[in-house]
């Protein structure tokens, strides 16, 4: 251990700086908020994601996040139960997330020194001191998403490199990168910021093989690690794999917000680019510190981690992994920076073609792990490099203390400059808190009010399953009265209650989330509107009305005093509770609200879900109706038009407020009654002239005639077909600004003497988990029409075990599943035993016991095989460089590898060193840049043109005048380090074109030293 620790110091270091977040947080308080609430109760969460089905949110989702469950939600659920306090628990994961990132980067590094040596201590040390400190982790050092892939991301490549050089075929390091897998499993919610860490894996391992050409080895370590990784992580994929079949409107969303062009390659290259970073929220900094980045020094400072990064290339030190992370650093500047130049119509049309790769709408957070992994180690081996040379070369000149003396101030001032990449971190002025915007509403710093546990009790103990609907709406940035106040991005409920929450639609736009809104949008409405009939169709039991919530009647969120007078004028609402500031209110019924039920009164309505609002005014609705909507899909025809009770046509006007004529459809004859909406009927009366209506020659009156109030016409006996109503006055439809707007008419067909009756009785059902449910169910011999109120989907399926049953699976109340069961042996007026379950649960619950053996059969293997230890012998000495690649220069030309003799037979210019004639041509190739630049800038031709000429130009100049790989990366860090002067000054358009050069001669140098590597492999 002594031993180990003598060789492994620094990690002494990094250990204690690993504790620096304990300096965030205050007494007392948890950090939560944003995209963060979950952070107010993390361990609500673990048993709410086991299932297919999560049925927690809203009425129900396939489960797309179901990797949260392990290890985050585990971690907390577990600590609460072993009683450590949700602040001290948090300290931990933050602590850990923030430590172990360093120590695994120090690993990987000292393996590219050779770890048994001491060689390699301080190029680990700095380059986990750059992974723990810089602008990325800065500006979100909470998330889900990036947080653990920052821990394992340097593991798996150094298992991998370490499988890779094994001289004999193993198992063990696939396996412990299967292990390993597991441990960020939370990071696979946002598959997006996964995918760049298996993009690298794979370069990698095409690295290997054109550096070893040990192809064999490379595909089956390669293909074990795959099937490993797969078989434990199959309890997750299985369902976000069936989940994302036919999620295309989750998708639609995704893509409909996107920052592809909010980042500029010269900010890429410092690890920025955010498009938070430098807008403003209510006047001022949406990152108080932001401007620091803009000034003097961070701003220099901050340019110098890339200088470093790409000026290591010049020693010849692991000179071949150093161009893979210089490859790798290059490859995830040119990403992060999206659609923007140079050539971001490559990007651009991977969004648009590539299937999936429209999660990477947002490139700078999503790219930019790949190349801060390259720029800590890269900078790591500068300084290293750096620091031995420097004492070799001070050595031969004074005495050798002194040299220690002048390489301990590098690594002083190296310090310095990292620390000041990520300066917050050190201070606490990362998280945000009451003086981030001169509010503490918008504090980030969490303490849940005492009377949130209460409630949460009350409903732990009355009805912990009854579904909930919050008031107000909540939106993202949503606020809370608490006392250092709440910024949320979700409702505080659907963590601090234990029942499914009903919120306000957030993005998506499925039948649940429409018919969810709307009672939001009747908030406010001039006639009052019932909300029975929408708190009934999505089975809610229980109103929670939120008064700590801030109002914002912009939003559209209401103040306590509005939403009581609004809540306590419904009539079928009474209010059971009060808890603080919170109100818990009952929806009246003559029984509990049905999750499963048999329909009633079969309600066909020609229009989609927005219809309610034109026809709960003016209807009678019945607890346990069927809507079925004709603009919603899928339908069936049994149990449509032919069968309903009533049939319902609200006719709206067209977009045009002055149309004076309406067409509509009659889906079935028979009788028919023309209702009009309250609102614009008070407008009729309140007109002097006669209001008079036309349908197809027959004219009926409105309003005041001869003494008679009409209001609601009798039209009698309609045929099937297309009708015309017209009127003889312009109409607009009634507006109110505080709702939605209504149809000034509703065509009413009663059919309920002639549709069939429903005989079947639901004795009980039985919730068994969120993917399964048993009914009990009598029948007297006629169909059944089963309503299941859980958002539909196609993966539910209803049987049962005692015959086979006949049922067709329909959209029922535009959002939820319905079957219609035809049956024969249903008709003997037994009781029999449905199961509803999610399709795909079966296959989880195989997949999770498949993991768990393959999980179980690893520990076994490492078990029995405890005592192998691999020897230095046992791995190709892939690390060691040889003898004359450490003395390389590399001055041989990209000619005399690629097109050897083509100076000779071009121009046929003798060879020669003269300085004078270096800088004339050197000078001849400036002036090109120049004039390309002054020539084209100010005409009509694309940028991406002008790049692609200058790339030619050097290529040629490198060519004919034999440069150096040395000669592009000095030329590249000359424009390098002109960006920060550029951006100091505020000349955004000179430091991208800096930028823009710099990553020119960079790649280019790259490229030659790939060519010259390639071209030595060849010989060898």
């Not at 006007?653 to 002055?658: E, G, H, I, S």
């Amino acid at each position: 251990m002594n031993l180990f620790f003598k060789r492994n110091w620094p990690l002494l270091i990094i250990i204690l700086l690993g504790l620096i977040p304990l300096w965030w947080f205050r007494e007392g308080y948890i950090y939560a908020g944003g995209d963060n609430t979950i952070y107010i109760n993390p361990a609500a969460t673990f048993f709410n994601f086991h299932f297919s089905w999560l049925d927690k949110i809203d009425t129900g989702r396939p489960n797309l996040i179901k990797a949260i469950a392990f290890p985050f939600s585990f971690f907390w659920f577990y600590l609460a139960k072993l009683g450590f306090a949700l602040v001290n628990s948090q300290r931990l994961w933050v602590v850990l997330h923030f430590m172990l990132p360093g120590i695994t980067m120090y690993f990987l590094i000292r393996y590219l020194y050779d770890s048994s040596s001491k060689k390699g201590a301080v190029a680990a040390l700095f380059g986990s001191l750059l992974y723990m400190f810089n602008p990325l982790v800065m500006m979100d050092a909470f998330s889900l998403g990036l947080r653990p892939l920052l821990i394992f991301f340097p593991l798996l490549l150094l298992f991998l490199m370490k499988g890779l050089d094994q001289e004999r075929f193993s198992l063990k390091y696939p396996s412990l990168i299967a292990l390993i897998s597991i441990g960020y499993c939370t990071a696979n919610i946002n598959l997006s910021f996964v995918l760049p860490m298996y993009f690298v894996l794979f370069f990698y391992v095409v690295f290997f093989m054109v550096k070893t050409k040990r192809f064999k080895q490379a595909i089956f370590i390669s293909f074990s690690t795959i099937i490993l990784a797969l078989l434990v992580n199959l309890w997750w994929i299985s369902d976000s794999l069936l989940a994302m079949v036919g999620s295309n409107d989750i998708i639609a969303v995704i893509r409909s917000y996107n920052f592809l062009e909010r980042t500029s390659i010269y900010e890429t290259f410092r690890l920025m680019g955010s498009w938070a970073f430098r807008i403003d929220f209510n006047g001022m900094k949406n990152y108080p510190y932001s401007s620091n980045y803009y000034q003097f020094p961070v701003v220099f400072t901050t340019y110098f981690v890339p200088f470093f990064a790409f000026l290591s290339l010049l020693f010849n030190k692991n000179r071949k992994e150093k161009i893979f992370f210089a490859f790798l650093a290059l490859i995830g500047i040119f990403l992060a920076k999206g659609i923007r130049f140079p050539f971001g119509g490559f990007y651009q049309y991977l969004y648009d073609n590539v299937p999936g790769f429209g999660v990477f709408r947002e490139p700078f957070y999503k790219f930019s792990i790949i190349h801060l992994l390259a720029f800590s180690v890269l900078v790591g081996c500068f300084v290293e490099d750096f620091g031995h040379y420097l004492k070799e070369k001070i050595s031969a000149f004074f005495i050798k203390r002194f040299s220690f003396v002048v390489v301990f101030f590098l690594y002083a001032v190296l310090t310095a400059i990292i620390f000041s990449t990520g300066f917050p971190l050190l201070t606490g002025k990362n998280v945000q808190d009451k003086n981030w915007y001169k509010d503490s509403r918008y504090s980030l710093f969490v303490k849940v009010p005492d009377y949130w546990e209460k409630i949460h009790l009350w409903f732990e103990k009355n009805d912990p399953l009854s579904r909930v609907i919050v008031f107000p709406r909540t939106y993202y940035g949503q606020s809370y009265n608490w006392p250092l106040g709440v910024t949320v991005g979700d409702p505080v409920a659907e963590y601090l209650i234990p029942n499914p929450v009903i919120r306000r639609p957030m993005y998506l736009n499925t039948g649940h989330d429409r018919l969810a809104g709307l009672p939001y949008e009747l908030i406010g409405d001039e006639e009052k509107t019932d909300l029975f009939p929408f708190f009934d169709l999505l089975a809610i039991r229980y109103v929670l009305q939120q008064n700590d919530a801030f109002p914002n009647e912009f939003m559209r969120v209401f103040g306590p005093e509005k939403m009581k007078i609004f809540l306590e004028e419904q009539k079928k609402l009474k209010r059971v509770e009060r808890i603080g500031n919170l109100n818990i209110y009952e929806v009246i019924r003559d029984n509990p609200a049905p999750l499963i039920y048999q329909a009633g009164e079969i309600v066909y309505v020609s229009g989609g879900l927005e219809s309610l609002t034109d026809i709960f005014p003016r209807y009678q609705y019945k607890s346990g109706s069927l809507f079925l909507f004709s603009k919603e899909a899928p339908l069936l025809p049994e149990v449509e038009v032919a069968m309903a009770s009533k049939i319902l046509i609200p006719i709206r006007t067209a977009d045009l407020p002055n149309n004076t004529s309406f067409s509509f459809e009659i889906p079935r004859a028979g009788s028919y009654q023309l209702l009009v909406d309250d609102v614009f009927y008070r407008r009729i009366l309140k007109t002097s002239r006669m209001f008079s209506l036309t349908l197809n020659g027959r004219s009926f009156l409105l309003g005041n005639n001869n003494n008679k109030v009409v209001k609601n016409i009798d039209l009698g006996n309609l045929k099937e077909g297309v009708y015309t109503l017209t009127v003889n006055l312009p109409i607009a439809e009634p507006q109110n600004e505080n709702s939605v707007n209504k149809a000034p008419f509703l065509l009413v067909g009663d059919f309920s003497s002639g549709s069939a009756g429903q005989q079947a009785t639901i004795l009980s059902y039985q919730k068994l988990n969120p993917s399964r449910y048993k009914i009990n169910v009598q029948n007297t011999g006629k169909p059944i029409t089963l309503i299941f109120n859980s958002t539909f989907d196609k993966k539910w399926s209803i049987s049962t075990k005692e015959f086979t049953l006949r049922s067709q699976h329909f959209l029922a109340n535009g959002y939820s599943n319905g079957w219609y069961i035809e049956t024969p042996e249903l008709f003997d007026g037994s009781e029999y035993e449905l199961e509803i379950e999610y399709s795909p649960q079966k296959v989880a619950d195989i997949s999770l016991y498949l993991s768990l053996f393959t999980i179980a059969t690893i520990l076994l293997y490492f078990i029995f095989n405890r005592k192998t230890k691999f020897s230095k012998s046992e791995l190709i000495p892939t690390r060691k460089e040889n003898l004359m690649e450490e003395k390389e220069e590399g001055k041989t030309s990209l000619s005399e590898q690629i097109f050897p003799g083509l100076k000779e037979r071009i121009f046929k210019i003798k060879s020669h060193n003269s300085l004078f004639v270096f800088l004339i041509r050197l000078l001849a190739f400036v002036l090109y840049l120049y004039f390309l630049f002054m020539k084209y800038k100010g005409h009509q031709v694309s940028i991406d043109i002008i790049f692609s000429l200058l790339v030619l130009g050097w290529i040629l100049n490198v060519i004919i005048q034999r440069f150096s790989y040395k000669i592009s990366i000095l030329l590249g860090l000359i424009f390098l380090c002109l960006c920060p002067f550029w951006r100091f000054y505020g000349q955004e358009k000179f430091a991208q074109d800096s930028a823009t050069l710099a990553f020119l001669f960079i790649s280019f140098s790259v490229c030659q030293q790939l060519s010259i590597f390639f071209k030595r492999n060849k010989i060898k």
